[in-house]
């Protein structure tokens, strides 16, 4: 994972990247524009820019939920840019730890199946899963509710059955969108500790948030400024040192 | 191996989910699958059922045609016929219809002589003197007379004759003596008033059934204004009108179907927003397309094999248990006084593959679409969302 | 004819096929105009969620094909009892001039079918995709034999008249008739038993040996080995595997084994002749395709599933074909 903390070698390469929706018609939208950067191995980078600045793009682009209309992005020196639907789905599954600024749980499904549906396709035994999910509930205090329903979860809860959910395939890098937005400043803080924690571990901590508890924290090494889709600030203090 | 079970697991859940829904549809499927199940079952067990009284009946029957209708035949044909080798034994029938304009019902009046084969199946004893009878199961149903009772009858020349009832048909494959009524051979002729020396038509036993249409094609030969019908010939006859009819109804009942497919079309295109969203969801956190694909097709093959085995046991109960009142009008052909369904139980294999393919597979088509749509969404839609 | 209920599943299953295939073929079209691998346009984006369109619709019409292709036989056999002299589907076929060739298209199909998405499955595991002109092409190439598919049915379904009188197996497969199957009936058992355990060591050996070893040759070889069995098999079943199973020294007949009172053992007869055929074919079949190393792994790793399936296939065949001739009372030889 991130043990070699001190490689040079960048994780993630983004070379010129645009991003356009409804390319050619009328509602395009021109999301990203040229944008060059580099993510090294253990950092913690956060993305901040008004709504619309393009934040959400360059995440999923990274998070390899989408191609880039133009320009390359490399994922440890492989050129994910244009690679098959299929490809990149296992390349989520495997390298990144989602967490989104809804949750996005499941809804009328378990906490435990929460965490092991999206697993499905990895095809591991049911009770490695099974084991792991527990193992993951445990750390984050939620032993006890893994048979309880998502809705009936408070929003804290719910963040962090989300986090567990990210760590159920042990990913490298994780990548978080606006995780504070629905949490007070006390419960954001708390988040921000276990994103920390999670880096101690090694993993990579891409955020993109524009909360000031957030892009001001201490904890954070990094911060890239996004206006209109173009950089506009990056604040590269010697790649995550 | 282990992935597929899982996406099995998470299809059952998903159609859990959605319970309301899913077993609307497949309530209406199964209703869809009940309906054409019962066509071919009741088809099915008619044919079986004739093709049971068929192979009883003689080999050959010869009528008398002249100017292209049917007449009486002479009795002493019989014996040109008897002539003949490998001819068992001849024997002319008197028979003709009847109707009864109070009761409505047409009823086929036979004499003694010409019915030997389905003695054993009485109940009661044969009539033995001019004004006894022995009536099928739907006539006594129809006019009520039990054994001990009078049947009245008006002949040709509105004449009332009575006759004692002395038994009753309860043949196991009743299609053949429903609607029969036997009188002793004289009396019949003289309700028919028909001259002595003429019959309605003869029945000829065959010893090899391999001779029977050189017999046949000899006697029409001899005896050039005979008609000889081969037991053969009534077979096909009763197959292709079953399928015929059967295949009629289907064609009625798949336009049902297209509209239960219209609906399915119209539920599964309209992907609730909830279910949008946990595909989206399943695809940013690294489910591929073809597993949602995978996921979809196995909800379609579970509801349509539920619905399936449902609409199955519904269609065995409609025709078996209730004796198919629903299709009752449609099936009535030949007869007002159609039998009542003690019908052979039964489903062949055939069936059940005719019946999977006209409904699973369109259903599964018709699913590709809206499983295809559902499962193209952009996972980034979620992170833009 | 057309209205018996077994037909008109039959035409509309194939019409819902030909309607399947004239959506992919719209979208194959479009494929083949507007893809460009490169771009990361919102049309190329289309396209490539379009092939899973493709992918589905076509695994649905080849399960459907399969499905169709044994319920045509299946109602062969029912509706012989309407023809004068047809004791098996073999009369049936009979009945029409286009029976057989109906009876040929549709397994063609299936063959056809299976190669195209084992070739998908090729393309698609790999990262460029290399094979997608080659595929669509193929695809648009599939739709006027599925056209040809109905047309033929439909032909042969509404040419049918009951009553008709036919010759069935007793004649067609007689050892006193003339032309190809007469011989074929006609070889002495003891010749054509020989060719037939050549045949199946041959494949068997060229399997297990494909299994261990990468050499290309073996790929080629198994591939005219297994176009081998599949012809002499079928023509064993006719002259000595069928008395077998029937049990009777005189009664060759390739259908009759799809009956009930044969408890149906001709359905995992065949199906197990066209795994052990197919799945031994695709391995020589999509070689000429590789070119690029990415289709060179993707094959390496989609082989050994192949040859597996095809083992199997030819175990169910051998299991299912010979069995009573090992252990059924009938001895064919030292007469």
Not at chain 2, 68 to 77: A, F, N, T
Not at chain 2, 198 to 205: E, K, M, P, Y
């Amino acid at each position: 994972m991130g043990a070699d903390m001190d490689n040079h070698e960048p994780l993630i390469r983004i070379e010129e990247v645009s991003k356009i929706y409804h390319q050619g018609k009328p509602d395009e939208v021109r999301a990203l524009q040229d944008i060059s950067l580099e993510f090294f191995p253990g950092e913690v980078v956060v993305l901040t820019g008004p709504s619309g600045s393009g934040k959400s793009t360059l995440l999923a682009l990274i998070g390899c939920m989408a191609r880039p209309t133009q320009g390359t992005i490399y994922l440890q020196e492989r050129r994910v840019s244009r690679l098959p639907e299929s490809f990149l789905a296992r390349i989520r599954r495997e390298t990144y730890g989602f967490v989104f600024q809804q949750y996005h749980l499941l809804r009328d499904v378990s906490v435990l199946d929460n965490l092991m549906f999206p697993l499905y396709p990895a095809a591991l035994p049911y009770k490695t899963m099974r084991e792991r999910a527990l193992l993951l509930l445990n750390k984050f205090d939620l032993s006890d509710r893994h048979k309880t329903n998502v809705r009936q979860l408070s929003g804290g809860e719910q963040q962090r059955v989300a986090l567990a959910r990210a760590l159920m395939a042990d990913p490298p890098i994780i990548i978080a969108d606006e995780p504070t937005a629905h949490l007070d400043a006390e419960l954001s803080l708390e988040l921000l500790k276990i994103l920390t924690e999670l880096n101690a571990e090694g993993r990579t901590i891409i955020i993109a948030s524009h909360d000031p508890v957030v892009y001001q924290s201490p904890l954070i090494n990094r911060r890239i400024g996004l206006r209109h889709g173009k950089l506009v600030d990056d604040n590269n203090a010697g790649a995550g040192q | 191996m282990i992935f597929n079970f899982k996406l099995l697991e998470y299809s059952l859940s998903s159609l859990w989910r959605r319970k309301e829904k899913n077993i609307a549809l497949m309530i209406v499927y199964a209703l869809v699958i009940a309906t054409l199940g019962s066509v071919l079952l009741l088809t099915h067990a008619l044919k079986t059922e004739a093709l049971m009284t068929l192979s009883a009946a003689p080999e050959i029957v010869v009528q008398r045609t002249q100017g292209g209708r049917h007449e009486l035949i002479p009795v002493h044909y019989a014996e040109t016929i008897a002539g003949f080798p490998g001819v068992g034994k001849v024997t002319p029938r008197v028979w003709g219809y009847y109707y009864d304009s109070l009761v409505k019902a047409n009823l086929t009046l036979i004499g003694l002589g010409g019915y030997h084969e389905q003695l054993e199946l009485l109940e009661g004893r044969l009539p033995q003197a001019a004004d006894e009878c022995v009536i099928g199961a739907g006539v006594a149903d129809a006019f009520g007379p039990q054994i001990g009772n009078l049947l009245v009858l008006e002949d040709s020349s509105k004449r009332r004759s009575e006759f004692y009832v002395t038994g009753i048909f309860r043949s196991r494959s009743n299609l053949l003596t429903n609607d029969l009524v036997v009188l002793q051979e004289d009396a019949l002729r003289d309700f028919f008033a028909m001259p002595d020396g003429l019959a309605t038509d003869l029945t000829v036993q065959v010893y090899n059934s391999r001779e029977i249409s050189t017999i046949a094609k000899k006697i029409a030969y001899f005896l050039p204004d005979s008609r000889p019908i081969t037991r053969e010939e009534l077979l096909h006859t009763y197959d292709s009108l079953f399928n015929w009819r059967s295949g009629m109804m289907l064609a009625v009942f798949v336009s049902a179907l297209m509209a239960f497919l219209i609906l399915a079309w119209d539920r599964a295109t309209g992907i609730s927003a909830e279910e949008k969203r946990e595909i989206g969801i399943l695809k940013a956190l690294g489910w591929e397309t073809s597993h949602i694909l995978g996921a979809k097709l196995r909800e379609a093959l579970l509801i349509s094999l539920s619905a399936f085995i449902a609409g199955l046991l519904l269609a065995w109960f409609h025709v078996f248990v209730l004796g198919a009142p629903l299709l009752m009008p449609l099936l009535k052909g030949w007869s007002v006084l159609f039998p009542t369904f003690d019908l052979t139980r039964g489903v062949n294999l055939y069936q059940l593959a005719v019946l999977g393919c006209v409904t699973i597979l369109p259903y599964l088509a018709c699913t590709v679409i809206p499983a295809w749509k559902a499962a193209g969404s952009d996972p980034d839609d979620v992170m833009r969302g | 004819m057309i209205l018996h209920p077994g037909i008109l599943a039959l035409l509309s299953g194939s019409a819902l096929i030909l309607l399947m295939l004239l959506v992919a073929g719209g979208v194959a079209l479009r494929i083949l105009r507007h893809w460009n691998a490169d771009s990361g346009s919102t049309t190329q984006l289309q396209l490539e969620r379009q092939t899973w369109l493709v992918t589905t619709l076509l695994k649905y019409a080849f399960g459907f094909q399969i499905i169709t292709l044994f319920l045509f036989l299946f109602t062969l056999d029912e509706i012989h009892p309407l023809f004068v002299g047809a004791m098996c589907a073999t009369g049936s076929l009979n009945a029409n001039l286009v029976g057989w060739l109906v009876l040929l298209v549709k397994i063609g199909l299936v063959f056809a079918a299976a190669f195209w998405l084992a070739v998908n499955t090729l393309d698609q595991g790999t990262e460029d995709t290399p094979l997608v002109r080659f595929k669509y092409v193929t695809l648009l190439l599939l739709i006027p034999l599925v056209a040809l598919d109905l047309w033929l049915q439909w032909e042969y379904f509404s040419g049918l008249r009951p009553q008709m009188i036919t010759s069935c197996c007793g004649s067609l497969f007689s050892a006193e008739g003339e032309g190809v199957i007469s011989t074929l009936t006609g070889l002495p058992v003891e010749q054509g038993m020989s060719l037939f355990f050549a045949v199946v060591l041959l494949y068997a050996g060229l399997l297990l040996a494909s299994l261990r070893r990468r050499a290309v040759l073996l790929r080629h070889g198994l591939f005219v080995a297994s176009v081998l069995l599949f012809f002499v098999s079928l023509a064993a079943l006719v002259s000595f595997l069928s008395l077998y199973i029937y049990q009777m020294p005189s009664h060759q007949c390739p259908f009759d084994m799809l009956q009930g009172h044969y408890y149906y053992i001709g359905y995992p007869i065949y199906l197990g002749l066209f795994m052990a055929t197919l799945f031994a074919m695709l391995p020589g079949l999509c070689r000429p395709l590789v070119k690029t190393a990415s289709l060179e792994r993707q094959l390496e790793s989609c082989e050994p599933v192949w040859l597996r399936l095809a083992l199997f296939g030819l175990i169910l065949f051998l299991v299912t074909s010979c069995w009573q001739m090992v252990f059924g009372p009938l001895i064919l030889l030292g007469y």
